[in-house]
């Protein structure tokens, strides 16, 4: 259809007037620091610079938050392709788009669909950029559903901060990090600002690392739907063999998710449980949880709502960590997460690793601690210690020389490797893009005192 410049430019003469009536005018919520000015609105368009992290069910909701609020100079990360399973909620792919990048299809759908907005994609992992990239935007949100990324990212921002002399953080050089995240009808959304509020890491014992059940819960005292599934992969599969002894529970094949819900129904009915359905054995069998995307939509607004708060200074921004849930009714709820004092990522404090016994503890028992503890959730740590004024590779998987030149120390106790009470490592992970300090704390053994 054909469109008359008197006709364009009327538009652009009403298209930001909902913005306007709240940057061009003061209101009882606004805060002391923020002026009623037509420059804001300038800013927000002209030289406030976004990055969204993901591309993703979050990732297109933000995108297109962010441009209908008139940001329009945003740049968009992710490393995956599309797939099928997304196109019920990644609304900016279509069809033709499966098998493509979600950064550039996502850009492109949003630059043909508003003008003025320009979305640079960049297909690949957040670990490809350095500082010199993050240090570019004035913002930065993400849309991801992985811990390690947010951790990432998380470390990356702290190493950016400068300091003043007397210690304290220089605010010039702090990126806001806006945090979505969604599980199923659960959602969550955040405010940090790196040094000075919790961050990433000062929280990381809200996301605990795998939901299990006990075992004597699964096989005496079942309660939930999950634990007659459990039970009937756990315990009667290898016992029963149905579809042969050499064949495994297969969690994509029907036949095999069929028999688990009948036999885990029998069980539900022995102790009156409820709740059950194919697809709960589906999602238990294969560890997922399906994404909603009302849930999405919610937390990406919330999250867009906090970039455009902050990037104008309208209103205060979340303080700081808002949990959604609309599983039975709709609930929210806003508290304010505190920032821990000896915080893997954000303190400069090693943090202590209780050892009971440095004689019987290993150097793999240290390394299975730091993967599966809450605080620390690493994936597969390096570490380095000065040791007698040297330093000393203890254990390093990621280098193929290393790894073998060091996995002797493996099985030799913390004792045998020379390290003491109060001793401080550096441990490498992908978690974090810098190295982090722990401080071994040997639990004061049986020293007689006379
Ligand atoms: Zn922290």
Redesign the pocket.
């Known amino acids: 259809m054909e469109t008359t410049t008197a006709q364009n430019s009327d538009h652009q003469g009403k298209r930001w007037n909902h913005l306007r009536k709240i940057l061009e005018r003061s209101g009882p919520f606004c805060p002391p620091n923020f002026t009623a000015s037509n420059e804001t609105l300038e800013f927000l368009q002209n030289t406030c610079k976004i990055l969204v992290i993901g591309a993703g069910g979050l990732g297109c909701e933000l995108l297109k938050d962010l441009a209908l609020m008139g940001f329009r100079d945003i740049h968009v990360i992710d490393m995956d392709t599309i797939e099928l399973s997304n196109l019920n909620r990644q609304f900016l792919f279509r069809r033709a788009d499966i098998g493509k990048s979600k950064a550039d299809c996502a850009a492109a759908f949003v630059n043909a669909r508003i003008p003025g907005c320009t979305v640079t994609p960049h297909f690949c992992k957040i670990q490809d950029f350095d500082a010199s990239f993050y240090r570019q935007f004035h913002i930065i949100v993400c849309g991801l559903d992985s811990i390690v990324a947010r951790r990432w990212i998380n470390g990356m921002l702290i190493s950016m901060l400068e300091y003043e002399e007397d210690g304290s953080v220089d605010e010039t050089s702090i990126i806001p990090l806006v945090d979505g995240g969604t599980e199923g009808f659960k959602g969550n959304a955040r405010v940090i600002l790196p040094g000075m509020t ?2 990433i ?2 929280t990381l014992d809200l996301f605990p690392p795998q939901v299990t059940y006990p075992l004597c819960t699964i096989a005496n005292t079942p309660r939930l739907p999950e634990h007659c599934i459990e039970y009937v992969k756990i315990i009667q599969w290898p016992k029963e063999n149905p579809f042969g002894s050499d064949i495994g529970l297969d969690g994509d094949d029907p036949a095999h998710i069929t028999w688990v819900y009948e036999k885990a129904q029998e069980r539900a009915n022995t102790f009156n449980i409820t709740g059950l359905s194919y697809r709960l054995v589906q999602g238990v069998l294969k560890n997922i949880i399906p994404a909603v995307a009302s849930t999405n939509a919610v937390i990406a607004a919330a999250c867009a709502t906090e970039v455009f708060k902050i990037a104008s200074s309208c209103c205060e921004p979340l303080n700081n960590y808002m949990v959604f849930n609309d599983s039975d009714g709709i609930y929210t709820y806003t508290y304010e997460a505190e ?2 004092s000896d ?1 893997l ?3 400069t404090v090693p943090r202590p690793v209780d050892v009971v016994d440095p004689n019987t503890m290993t150097l793999q028992d240290l390394i299975q601690h730091l993967c599966d503890s809450a605080e620390f959730q690493m994936k597969n740590p390096g570490l380095t210690a000065s040791i007698n004024g040297k330093n000393k590779t203890l254990y390093m998987a990621t280098v193929k020389s290393i790894e073998e030149a060091t996995k002797g120390n493996l099985t030799q106790s913390l004792g045998e490797l020379g390290l003491k009470d109060g001793q401080e490592i550096m441990v490498a992970d992908v978690t974090n893009p810098n190295a982090i300090l722990i401080k071994l704390k040997f639990q004061s053994n049986e020293v007689e005192m006379a």
């Open positions: 919790a961050c890491d000062c920032k821990k915080c990522a954000c303190s």
